[in-house]
Every structure is written in structure tokens, then in C-alpha cells.
């Protein structure tokens, strides 16, 4: 199973890293310090398990898992005791009481192997229709169906709405593997456009409306396989 960490703490990210590489059939994905650092990694690697600390600022963990429309499996981390009903109403796999000690984590990893087969043999939901960028200190939901297209600005993207501009810290190439494949196409090295959007293809440009935007040339072929010619 891909593990992935997400606590404030370095100690205790670093202590239950230690702990799940000592465990045949876990492989970390990755250590977050915070939940718009984990919902950017499950948007861009598959996870199937992720131990979750609660109390973390901004955004804590129950809120986040709230926020998640199809979440993988999650094991809570947290020093506190009362939040283990929640964790009941959440449906997570487990509830650890830090400090974490390795048979009891042994004991939430054999649960979680459980539900990961149960879940394997189960038929999947629909992918979501959404997504959720980071907005200042929040995460905000953005619907696919909203999106127009996306521009690269280096380290940062400018996702342009039907009623609004969104400049979201991310990469270009994190954002594509978020947007069902079906809906979005590459046109440039710089832009991604909504195939709904698209009203026109001239020789080196789409068209959305009255605005223009260029076709990179490595991007032709699959624009035309993308639209059938």
C-alpha cells in the first residue's frame, strides 16, 4: 500500500516513517506538513492509505477528510483522545494515541490491509467533478464544468472561470494529472483548455469565445486526435 504521512510535527512524521519501513508491504509516498500539502500530493500520485494527524493549523484533519469526495483509506494520529467518536463517524480505519507504539501500529496497519482488499473488490464511484485549489489560508472548491483554461506562470497557475481569475500555487504538470483527461487537452506549453470551451481551431491558435489562445506545435496531433481528425 502507498502510505502517505500528514502531520505538523517533524518528529512524528519522522518517527512514523521510520516505523512503516520496517513494515512489509508499505511504501511511503510521502511526508505533508499540513492538508493543502496533502490533498496536492493525492491529486498527483495514488495513495491508498494515509495516517492523518487532527489537530494541525488552518485546516485540520477531520475537516480535511470532510472535504475529500472519495478519500483512500486513513489511519487518525493525535495525542488527543476525544476526537475518537468523529473518527467513528468518518468511518476511518483506525485511531492511534500518539506516542505511537510499533505492535499498535502493526495491529492499524493489519486493518487497513483488510479494508484495502474489501475496497479493491468493491465497484469504484465516478470520479469526482471538482477539485479544491488553495486560496490564501483555505481550500476552495472549483468545479470542472467552470474551468475555461488554465495558464502557466512558472511556479504558479492562473485558472481563468466563467465569472472569474484564480492564481493557485501549483505547476502546470500537477494541475493536468488533476483534470479528468476527457474534458481538458494541452494546446501550448503554457495553456490547458476546456474541450466544451473550444468554439474554433484555425492553423496555430484555438479559439474560446473571442479569445484566442496559440497551439504549441507538439501539441497539435493531439488536439486533432482529441476532437477526431
Known amino acids: 500500500m502507498n502510505c502517505l504521512i500528514v502531520d505538523d510535527e517533524p518528529q512524528a512524521r519522522k ?3 521510520t516505523y512503516l519501513a520496517t513494515i512489509p508491504g508499505c511504501s511511503i509516498a510521502g511526508a ?17 492509505l494515509v495516517f492523518l494527524d487532527i489537530r494541525m493549523p488552518v485546516v485540520s484533519g477531520t475537516d480535511f477528510l470532510r472535504s475529500l469526495k472519495n478519500p483512500p483509506l486513513v489511519i487518525f494520529t493525535t495525542a488527543y483522545d476525544k476526537y475518537a467518536m468523529e473518527g467513528y463517524e468518518l468511518n476511518v480505519v483506525d485511531y492511534l494515541l500518539k506516542p505511537i507504539a510499533l505492535p ?6 493489519d486493518k487497513a490491509r483488510e479494508r484495502y482488499k474489501e475496497k479493491l473488490l468493491t465497484p469504484q464511484e465516478p470520479p469526482p467533478d471538482y477539485t479544491f485549489v488553495k486560496q490564501d489560508n483555505k481550500l476552495v472548491k472549483v468545479m ?3 474551468i475555461r483554461f488554465v495558464e502557466g506562470m512558472q511556479n504558479y497557475i492562473k485558472l481563468h472561470l466563467t465569472d472569474s481569475v484564480m ?4 505547476t502546470m504538470k500537477a494541475f493536468e494529472k488533476v483534470l479528468p483527461p476527457s474534458q481538458f487537452i494541452r494546446v501550448h506549453r503554457s495553456y490547458i483548455a476546456s474541450v466544451s470551451f473550444i468554439t474554433a481551431i484555425r492553423s496555430g491558435q484555438i479559439e474560446l469565445s473571442s479569445l484566442q489562445l496559440p497551439i504549441g506545435i507538439s501539441y497539435k496531433d ?3 486526435k482529441s476532437i477526431g481528425h
Open 15 to 17: 518517527l512514523l516513517a
Open 222 to 224: 493531439d488536439l486533432l
Open 144 to 146: 470542472f464544468r467552470d
Open 104 to 109: 499498535r501500529l502493526l495491529q492499524a496497519v
Open 32 to 48: 505533508c506538513r499540513n492538508a493543502m500539502e496533502a490533498y496536492e500530493a493525492l491529486q498527483t500520485g495514488k495513495i491508498d
Open 167 to 170: 492564481i493557485v500555487p501549483s
